[in-house]
């Protein structure tokens, strides 16, 4: 059983800066694809970023490429998400995933989701 917990959210004006962790348990983790998802209010889940497995590979949504970042630390199994000029349209809720099958930008695609936690982003 894999968990994975999400903290770092909260709130924050227009062009601050956030970083996310997600924890993960199990021993599998440097094994797995990471990734972080979001959901704003009334509009559905959509991909964010995704790591590959050492860390070498990253991928990015158009509308956070260059904003934000994201890094793993494998003796941490940890995996964050460092967001920079942030926007008010990058409130949602953020969401961990782990181990991928198939296309990181796809919901469907990923075995193992956090709780999520909350970041709003104040005009």
């Known amino acids: 059983q894999v968990q994975l917990v999400e903290s770092g959210g909260g709130l924050v004006q227009a062009g601050g800066s956030l970083r996310l962790s997600c924890a993960t348990s199990?021993?599998?983790?440097?094994?797995?694809?990471m990734g972080w998802f979001r959901q704003a209010p009334g509009k559905e889940r959509e991909f964010v970023a995704a790591?590959?497995?050492?860390?070498?590979?990253?991928y990015y949504a158009d509308s956070v490429k260059g904003r934000f970042t994201i890094s793993r630390d494998n003796a941490k199994n940890t995996v964050y998400l460092q967001m920079n000029s942030l926007k008010p349209e990058d409130t949602a809720v953020y969401y961990c995933?782990?181990?991928?099958?198939?296309?990181?930008?796809?919901?469907?695609?990923?075995?193992?989701w956090g709780q999520g936690t909350q970041v709003t982003v104040s005009s």
């Open positions: 790591i590959a497995r050492g860390g070498f590979s990253t």
């Open positions: 199990g021993r599998s983790f440097s094994s797995y694809v």
């Open positions: 995933a782990g181990e991928v099958a198939g296309s990181y930008a796809y919901i469907t695609s990923w075995h193992y």
